[in-house]
């Protein structure tokens, strides 16, 4: 189930975030993710965020963080990772939104693959500057005939 997030989801969303991000981006140290930690935890009460809730446990498998038609973030924990989880909640934020915007790591090539696939078209390549890492900015618009 994909619903708002709610203030008591902010611990495990990131708790998420943190896994997820040390697990896709082993080409950053983990202590840039773990610096970034707390601010994280103070901006996503404030952010636009869905989380996808596992209907029988009822625990926050992943999330989709949004700055308006930004994707500031798709995050799904490990275990749930490759059971359409954020084919979903990227599927919740097309019905939300016409357009959609985001920056991916080159280096993630799995996360470009899945946006490639989901109909995003890479726009340009820049640099992260808090990192130095490559990065593509995608774009996706919703079909005129739909």
Known sequence: ?????????VGRAAEIW????????????SKYWESNLNAVRE?????????YE????K??????????????GIFVWYTAQSHGIGKRLLDYAKEKKSRLSLNVYQKNTKA?????????RIRQETIDRNTGEKE???????????
């Open 1 to 9: 189930m994909i619903r708002p997030m709610e203030t008591a989801d």
């Open 54 to 57: 596992n209907e029988n446990q």
């Open 112 to 120: 470009v693959r899945f946006y490639l696939r989901e109909g995003f």
């Open 18 to 29: 943190l896994d997820t991000n040390i697990r896709a981006h082993s080409f950053i140290s």
């Open 43 to 51: 901006m996503l009460p404030q952010a636009e965020v869905y989380v």
């Open 59 to 72: 625990e926050i498998q992943g999330f989709i963080g949004l700055d308006g038609t930004y994707i500031a």
């Open 136 to 146: 593509y900015s995608m774009q996706w618009k919703m079909e005129e005939n739909k």
